[in-house]
């Protein structure tokens, strides 16, 4: 008995921990949530994270829409502006602080929202993404001020502004200082109209609450991503409250296309050249002969990583 306790249980635990750490990584393969079919990273990097059966478009952050939409990958990205990290000293099962942090360590981002100056086709533009995995692309002060800047920056350089926008709505943790953002960017999109240049909307996946009650649709032209789910409260308390059953589909991009909410549902492989033709259109440049080619997506970590320019991007 001795034996075995001492020395084949010990060697067969021994094993069984050398098999666990030989075992491939759980990040070289996901899920498709849509189909579930299992897709290989680098078939999925490639793809811009869309699933290669059935089309559904996954979720990615700033730096994948920069690298796939500016000429060659190249931009320089806006300094985020320095905002008060917890006016509120809030805290429901953890602080706000300690989600804040986690969110950073996550995603590499001090917030929401990135903004970057590049050129698209030859022509200056600025593009802003609001993404889903920090906290929810949730809109609070740093959010607002980030957009801010980046509108002002587009007005004064002439720039077209493109945004990217995914989010779940206001940042309950900043309460009334959340909701005030969306009024002061809706003053900053006067100012884009005021300058003359074009304010180009995304709708990716989902786009709710008070985001979409206010700059999210104030767009001179609405393009969503297949499938994106965009509307203010859920499909489940507008039936309860309506006490009606909604239709297949409802508060999805192709019926927001049908019922003229949206301008055009654009496949995310097309979505560089479908708004380089419309930045163009909107400010009667026309489109160079000779193209800068389109960014090449590859599965390598090199290739993912956009080269940020010291201010040369024009």
């Not at 306790?5 to 098999?19: D, E, M, T, Y």
């Not at 309950?172 to 009024?183: K, T």
């Not at 909604?246 to 654009?266: I, K, N």
């Not at 479908?274 to 000779?290: C, D, G, N």
Request: with cysteine.
């Amino acid at each position: 008995m001795n034996w075995i306790a001492n020395f084949v249980r010990p060697r067969i635990k021994s094993l069984i921990g050398a098999v666990r750490t030989s075992e491939t990584p759980e990040n070289l393969w996901k899920k498709c949530p849509a189909c579930g079919e299992m897709i290989f990273h680098r078939d999925l990097v490639v793809a811009q994270n869309v699933c290669p059966q059935c089309g559904h478009h996954l979720r990615i952050g700033a730096a994948e829409r920069f690298a796939a939409v500016f000429d060659a990958a190249t931009y320089e990205e806006l300094v985020p502006p320095e905002v008060p990290a917890d006016p509120l000293r809030f805290r429901d099962e953890k602080r706000y602080t300690d989600r804040l942090k986690d969110a950073r360590a996550k995603t590499g981002r001090v917030d929401a929202l990135s903004a970057a100056r590049g050129t698209l086709e030859g022509l200056p533009v600025m593009i802003a993404v609001q993404t889903f995995e920090f906290m929810g692309g949730s809109l609070g002060m740093a959010v607002g001020e980030a957009l801010i800047d980046a509108m002002q920056a587009a007005a004064a350089e002439s720039r077209p502004f493109i945004l990217f926008v995914s989010s779940g709505g206001a940042r309950m943790q900043e309460g009334i200082l959340s909701l005030m953002q969306m009024p002061r960017i809706t003053i900053a999109v006067d100012m884009l109209r005021d300058a003359g240049v074009p304010y180009i909307v995304v709708l990716c996946d989902p786009t709710t609450g008070g985001v979409s009650a206010s700059y999210a649709m104030l767009g001179d032209i609405h393009i969503a991503e297949p499938g994106a789910l965009i509307g203010f409260a859920g499909q489940r308390v507008i039936e309860q409250t309506m006490r009606e059953t909604l239709p297949e589909g409802f508060q999805r991009a192709e019926y927001l296309l049908e019922h003229g909410m949206v301008d055009m549902v654009v496949h995310r492989h097309n979505m560089r050249e479908t708004l380089s033709r419309v930045v163009h259109l909107l400010m009667k440049h026309p489109r160079p002969r000779t193209r800068p080619p389109a960014p090449v997506i590859t599965a390598t970590p090199a290739a993912r990583t956009p080269v940020r320019s010291s201010g040369s991007a024009t």
